[in-house]
C-alpha cells in the first residue's frame, strides 16, 4: 500500500545519528507500508527499509517509527560514481536483550551495540 512520508530531515535510529546531527536533508520520493514493512525511497538514491515496523507515523513535520525488529539504510558514497562499488549499507537489528546490534561494511565491520533508551527506532529531523 502507497504511504507517504512528507517530512525530509536527517536520520537518527534508535538515537544514532546518520552522519553528523542535521548534516543530511533525505526526501522521500517513493514509500509503501505493507503490514509491519515499510520501504522507502530517497531523492540521492538512498533506500530504508524497516521491518516489524511498529506505530508508524508520518505528517507534515514529523515521521517516526517507535520501534522495529530490523533497520537497513542504503546509500551510494557521495560525491563518488555511482556504481557497483559504491553502495553502502548500516544495518540495526533488535537482540532479545533490547539492545541494538549496529553493522556496516563500512569501516572495521565489528558491530557496535546501542542502548535504544526509549528513543524511537526511527526519526527524521
Keep these: 500500500m502507497a ?16 552522519g553528523r546531527p542535521l548534516d543530511n536533508t533525505h526526501r522521500c520520493v517513493s514509500a509503501s507500508l505493507e503490514g509491519d514493512l515499510l520501504m522507502a525511497d530517497f531523492e540521492e538514491g538512498e533506500s530504508l ?10 505528517d507534515d513535520g514529523k515521521f517516526y517509527v517507535t520501534d522495529a525488529d530490523m533497520i537497513v539504510w542504503e546509500w551510494d558514497l557521495y560525491d563518488e560514481p555511482k556504481d557497483d562499488d559504491s553502495r553502502r549499507f548500516i544495518e540495526y537489528r533488535k537482540l532479545p536483550d533490547g539492545r541494538i546490534q549496529k553493522t556496516s561494511d ?13 528513543r524511537n527506532a526511527v526519526e527524521l529531523y
Excluded: N
Design 106 to 118: 563500512l569501516g572495521s565491520g565489528i558491530p557496535e551495540y546501542i542502548d535504544p533508551a526509549g
Design 49 to 58: 527499509t524497516v521491518y516489524g515496523a511498529k506505530e508508524v507515523f508520518s
Design 3 to 18: 504511504f507517504e512520508i512528507r517530512k525530509s530531515g536527517s536520520f537518527c535510529f534508535w538515537g544514532d545519528w546518520f
